[in-house]
C-alpha cells in the first residue's frame, strides 16, 4: 500500500490489470485536497502477494484495508473499477462513492487476446524513452503509464508482474457483472475517454444502471484516461469526489 498523503476520510485508488499503486502519483496530487489519499496493489502486481486471483480473495483485499481506515471513496482504473464496484455491493458500509474508469460490466476480456498481446512486447526494454515509444504509438499517456509501471533489471526494463498470472486474473471476469451493479447504494461517476475502446453504450448504460450513478467522458483520452488526459480527468471527477461527505 502507497500512502499519498492528505488529510480527512479516506481515499482509495485501485489500479487496473498491469498498473501498481504508486502509478497514481499524478491523481493523488490533487486527491489529496478531499481527503486522506491511499493506493493498493492488487494480487500480481506490484508489492502484493501472487494469487489467488478469484474476485472473493481481490474483493476481500481492499475490504481488509477498508476495515482498517475506515469508509472510503474508492477510485478504480479498468480492473480496479470492477473492484470498486464489486466491493461497494457487497460491503455498502465500508464505501461513501466510487469513480469507475473506462471499464465495461459485461466483461468481454478474453484470455487469448491478452495471451497475443503480452507476446507481442519485446523480452526487455533498454530505456525507459524505449518503452514510451512501443507503448505510446496511439496514445502518449499510455506510453507514460507503461514507462512508470516498469522495473530495472540489470540496466533492462521489464514488465513487473508475471503475464501468466496476469491471465488468471482476466479469466475471473469473463463474464455478465451488469447485475453486480444493482447492490451499489453509493454515488457513482462512470468515465470513459472519448477515444477508449469501451463501448460509450456500454459505458453510458452503466451510468444509468447505478441506483446513484452518473456518466462522463473525456475528450481526447484512450482507455487509461488519467494519462492520456489528466486536466480533463481531473474536471470530470474531482466535482463528484468533493461532494461525498
Not at 61 to 71: A, F, I, S, T, Y
Not at 226 to 237: G, I
Amino acid at each position: 500500500m502507497k500512502d499519498f498523503g492528505g488529510a480527512g476520510a479516506p481515499i482509495v485508488l485501485l489500479h487496473g490489470l498491469m498498473g501498481r499503486a504508486r502509478a497514481w502519483t499524478g491523481t493523488a496530487d490533487w486527491l489529496t485536497a478531499h481527503g486522506h489519499v491511499l493506493a493498493l496493489d492488487s494480487r500480481g502486481h506490484g508489492d502484493a502477494p501472487p494469487g489467488p486471483y478469484d474476485t472473493d480473495t481481490r474483493v476481500e483485499d481492499v475490504v481488509r484495508v477498508l476495515e482498517d481506515v475506515g469508509p472510503a471513496v474508492l477510485v478504480g482504473h479498468s480492473m480496479g473499477g470492477m473492484t470498486a464496484w464489486q466491493v461497494a455491493g457487497r460491503r455498502p458500509d465500508l464505501v461513501r462513492g466510487i469513480v469507475v474508469i473506462d471499464m465495461s460490466a459485461l466483461g468481454k476480456a478474453r484470455t487469448a487476446g491478452w495471451r497475443a498481446y503480452f507476446d507481442s512486447w519485446p523480452e526487455s526494454f533498454g530505456s525507459r524513452d524505449e518503452v514510451a515509444a512501443f507503448f505510446g504509438r496511439e496514445y502518449a499517456g499510455q506510453g507514460r503509464f507503461f514507462a512508470e509501471i516498469m522495473d530495472e533489471r540489470d540496466g533492462r526494463f521489464v514488465p513487473h508482474f508475471d503475464p501468466a498470472q496476469l491471465l488468471e486474473l482476466v479469466d475471473s471476469w469473463q463474464r455478465d457483472m451488469r447485475a453486480e451493479l444493482d447492490s451499489v447504494k453509493c454515488p457513482a461517476l462512470v468515465v470513459r475517454g472519448e477515444l477508449s475502446s469501451s463501448s460509450r453504450e456500454e459505458l453510458t448504460a452503466m451510468g444509468e444502471r447505478l441506483p446513484l450513478g452518473s456518466f462522463a467522458e473525456v475528450p481526447g483520452a484512450g482507455h487509461v484516461v488519467h494519462y492520456d488526459q489528466p486536466a480533463a480527468f481531473r474536471a470530470a471527477a474531482e466535482p463528484f469526489v468533493a461532494a461525498i461527505p
